[in-house]
């Protein structure tokens, strides 16, 4: 393992990494005299591994979920996607970065695969937006949805965003409806549609690719309606109740399957996916073949209704009056 950057690492996974790090330097030293001492500390980075991500709160899960180091869309698609060929554009107006797409081969079958991208780095991040999508990048998601039913490809889509972009140039070419539109289409596609939240679930910009028989999130990954500083920013008006903030929404991969709005946690390698992105793959790909097998065994007019009785089912509501 070589040696990592602090500064690329989250205050309370820092201690671990310090250790990990002196342990590395320590192995490069050599000698039959460290081996003791080299295994001592092995076993001490296990246990405060253990220990620090046993206890995370929902705020240090989001930290997480954001992760500069945490594998994006492109990632999962180097590693599960074979023979992928990029598809760009909306055919209206350009193409956007912020969201990736295009046909490959997921385990020897045909699959269009869709999904936000984030970028490393200023430059990159810059090019991708920040992984939020304007209206031409959700109106390229639903022209490779819309091409992916035509050709009867499964689909398979990947969640990470912080929301849709807010600007204006956006909300002049029509954000909300590009939005709304891809929720009507994804809801009456005729073949399987499986959803991943691999790091921010944000807002309509998540749920635009999200609107699928299966939603599956990583162990660190979060869903919300809005961001821990945006909702603290409404309800407080105190950016110091980000921590709060994160606890009242829920957005934990495992408080949004308790609430039915997801379907499965993934867990991730010790540590979060950035310290092993081949195995958070390997995870990845493992559930998405057997709700693939699943979903392919059943009818269309089958599937349909149990994607219509899964968002039906999702909230809950109190009803109030008097009888006239």
């Not at 690492?9 to 250790?19: S, Y």
């Not at 003791?36 to 246990?47: S, Y």
């Not at 180097?78 to 385990?107: M, P, Q, S, T, W």
């Amino acid at each position: 393992m070589p040696v990592i950057d602090t500064r690329q690492t989250l205050d309370f996974e820092r201690p671990i990494v310090e250790l990990e790090n002196k342990i590395e330097e320590l192995k490069q030293l050599g000698g039959p005299q460290l081996d003791l001492e080299i295994r001592r500390l092995e076993r001490k980075a296990r246990q405060l591994q253990r220990e620090v991500f046993s206890e995370l709160s929902p705020w240090q899960k989001v930290l997480l979920s954001r992760h500069p180091l945490r594998p994006f869309t492109l990632d999962y698609i180097g590693r599960l996607i074979d023979n992928f060929v990029e598809l760009h554009g909306d055919r209206a107006f350009r193409d956007d970065e912020a969201i990736v797409g295009g046909v490959g081969k997921f385990r020897g079958r045909p699959v269009m695969v869709i999904g936000h991208q984030k970028g490393r780095g200023t430059k990159e991040n810059i090019r991708r937006n920040f992984g939020q999508p304007r209206p031409e990048g959700f109106r390229k998601a639903r022209r490779l949805m819309e091409t992916a039913a035509r050709l009867s490809l499964p689909i398979l889509t990947f969640i990470d965003t912080v929301g849709a972009y807010p600007g204006l140039e956006a909300e002049e070419r029509g954000q909300a409806e590009a939005i709304a539109k891809n929720l009507e289409v994804m809801a009456r596609l005729r073949v399987p549609v499986i959803s991943t939240v691999i790091g921010e679930g944000g807002s309509g910009g998540a749920l635009a690719l999200g609107v699928a028989d299966r939603i599956l999130m990583l162990e660190y990954a979060v869903y919300s309606v809005i961001s821990p500083e945006g909702c603290a920013s409404i309800l407080w008006k105190d950016q110091k109740k980000v921590a709060t903030a994160a606890q009242e929404l829920k957005m934990t991969a495992t408080d949004v399957v308790e609430l039915g709005v997801a379907d499965r946690v993934l867990a991730e390698p010790p540590g979060g996916a950035h310290r092993d992105p081949d195995q958070a793959a390997s995870t990845v790909g493992d559930a998405i073949a057997q709700e693939l097998e699943v979903l392919s065994a059943l009818s269309v007019e089958a599937r349909l209704q149990q994607r219509y009785d899964k968002f039906r089912r999702m909230g809950s509501f109190l009803e109030s009056g008097t009888n006239a």
